[in-house]
């Protein structure tokens, strides 16, 4: 059986063809935002912005990436006429507000980069405390949905009132895959602040405190099973068969877990991509004790565990180019020039400001003279103090034999070896670094009885 996982990310979209009895990818497409749509004006997927703390797209270009992709793929001579099920995954916390025309009431989408909501979640702080995270699987946080409804409905009232329909990425652009509102599955659900994780409903008390009306403007939420959405008709332009099935896309994270096989308790998965993620399932319901981290659904069913920081993969490339080097001194030389540990020499990349943990200034900050330090030293510097800063701040989700490493990233051997030295563990990485849509087309399997 073939199916389509599609993995709108932050800076692009990937769509892979994949044979589930095989386990492999047969054909795959990309594009980049940046590349090839430049008319968004967004070259890192979010349009720029003189306050580093808002971080926003224009949704249209989501459907774009989302046809162009499509085409991609079809022009590429991949099967599309046999095509049994479609799923997919989009980066996590992006929403996208829709009038009762379909049209979208809101210009500009924040994205999981933006941290302009701090005033809102000091006041979900003092009203709800600890329990929104024994709630909805975390403390308020910027970038979480409730904290950027707050913010939209007190800064653009009549646009809020205009709002009929408030969708994660994941559910609108199933929605435009299905043609009709489509529900949000819990993975990506539970990155609102507004799922209770208890009941698997949305919390009317958050709602209520968050905005006016809000939760009769939220999709219904779709518990792991079989759906009756199908594809559109107009998709038949792109080779594929109206009416297979299509499974509620979920978060890039939740996918990552499904697509790395690690949908049931025991293995972590490192997912280095424009933001690095840890994540691991789990049985049951439990919080990060420091507030950091995150509990989402698990597609499957049950829970996960997140922690995520923002300085990823654009911060090792701001630090690749400021050294002057390709990826293979980064990914490689560089690691065998230096050892590890550094000699105690360690910096950590503030490309953007960080959120795990919170720290506001940018710059490169390192215990030693950077400026004049050989690039294999600085390399070694930031990669083995972002590690260890994702060791430090996914202790309370426990300890692993293996963990699995995906993303772009993941290709890098030096990347790998400071993986496998800071957190004692064995290493596995996927044949494919698209575990995310991987993810996506396992979900789409799902859907077929
Ligand atoms: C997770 C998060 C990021 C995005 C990246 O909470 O914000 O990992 O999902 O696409």
Redesign the pocket.
């Known amino acids: 059986m073939l199916t389509i996982g599609i993995d709108s990310?932050?800076q692009g979209t990937k769509a892979v063809v994949y044979d589930v009895d095989a386990a492999k990818v047969v054909a795959s497409a990309a594009v980049n935002y940046g590349r090839d749509l430049p008319e968004f004006g967004s070259p890192d997927g979010f349009l720029p912005n003189a306050d580093t703390r808002v971080r926003r797209a224009n949704p249209e270009m989501w459907v774009r990436g989302l046809e162009l992709v499509l085409s991609r793929l079809r022009d590429s001579g991949a099967p599309m006429g046999e095509i049994a099920a479609i799923g997919g995954d989009a980066?996590?916390?992006a929403t996208v507000c829709l009038d009762a025309d379909g049209n979208f009431s809101r210009r500009e989408s924040p994205i999981?980069m933006d941290s302009s909501t701090t005033a809102e979640v000091a006041v979900l702080d003092a009203r709800f405390g600890k329990s929104l995270a024994s709630r909805t699987g975390s403390p308020a946080i910027e970038?979480f949905v409730a904290a950027q409804m707050m913010k939209f409905a007190r800064e653009e009232p009549e646009a809020y009132a205009r709002t009929a329909r408030v969708h994660l990425l994941s559910s609108f652009l199933t929605s435009v895959l299905a043609g009709e509102d489509a529900p949000v599955d819990i993975g990506d659900g539970a990155?609102m602040n507004l799922l209770n994780l208890q009941t698997l409903e949305w919390d009317e008390e958050i709602c209520a405190f968050v905005a006016n009306g809000l939760i009769g403007k939220l999709p219904r939420v779709h518990l792991p099973g079989v759906t009756p959405l199908r594809l559109a008709e107009r998709f038949a332009e792109y080779g594929l068969r109206p009416g297979i099935p299509v499974a509620p896309f979920t978060?890039?994270?939740p996918a990552s877990l499904v697509g790395c096989g690690a949908e049931k308790p025991g293995t972590a998965v490192v997912s280095l991509?424009?933001?690095d993620?840890f994540f691991a399932a789990m049985n049951e319901f439990r919080t990060d004790p420091d507030g950091y981290g995150?509990v989402f659904g698990n597609p499957v069913g049950g829970f996960m565990s997140?922690a995520?920081f923002k300085n990823g993969s654009l911060a090792r490339d701001c630090v690749r180019r400021e050294c002057g080097v390709d990826w293979k001194f980064f990914d490689e030389t560089a690691f065998s020039l230096t050892e590890a540990g550094n000699g105690g020499r360690r910096a950590f990349p503030y490309f953007e400001t960080e959120i795990t943990p919170k720290h506001e200034a940018t710059g490169i900050e390192a215990n030693f003279d950077w400026a004049s330090a050989p690039a294999e030293t600085k390399i070694r510097a930031i990669v083995e103090g972002q590690m260890s800063n994702i060791r430090e701040r996914t202790r309370w989700i426990g300890d692993f034999d293996t963990i699995c490493v995906t993303g772009g990233a993941s290709r890098s051997k030096g990347i790998l070896s400071v993986i496998a030295d800071v957190f004692g563990a064995k290493v596995k990485t996927l044949d494919a670094t698209d575990s995310a849509a991987i993810g996506g087309a396992r979900l789409a399997a799902l859907q077929i009885a």
């Open positions: 990310s932050t980066q996590q916390h999981w970038r990155g978060g890039d994270n991509g424009t933001s993620t995150h997140l995520c």
